[in-house]
C-alpha cells in the first residue's frame, strides 16, 4: 500500500525578507572606525593612564606579605 504525500496548503513565496536596520545600527561602528582611525593617525593624543600612588602602595604592600 502506498503512502500518500502530502502537498503544501499555501506555496512558498518568492519575494525576499525585508530587513531595516537602525540608523545607530551603521552609524555607531562607522563612529568606531573613524576614532580608531584617528588615534592611529595620531598618537601623540593617545596618552597613558598615570598609576594612582594609592594603588602602588596596596601592591608594594602585597608584595611585602607575600615575601614573607
Request: charged fraction near 15%.
Amino acid at each position: 500500500m502506498p503512502a500518500r504525500t502530502h502537498s503544501r496548503p499555501h506555496p512558498a513565496t518568492a519575494g525576499g525578507v525585508d530587513i531595516r536596520l537602525p540608523w545607530w545600527a551603521l552609524a555607531l561602528p562607522a563612529l568606531a572606525f573613524v576614532a580608531l582611525l584617528l588615534l592611529i593617525l595620531n598618537p601623540s593624543d593617545a596618552h597613558a593612564a598615570s598609576g594612582d600612588p594609592a594603588i602602588t602602595q596596596v601592591f608594594e604592600r602585597a608584595q611585602q606579605l607575600l615575601a614573607r
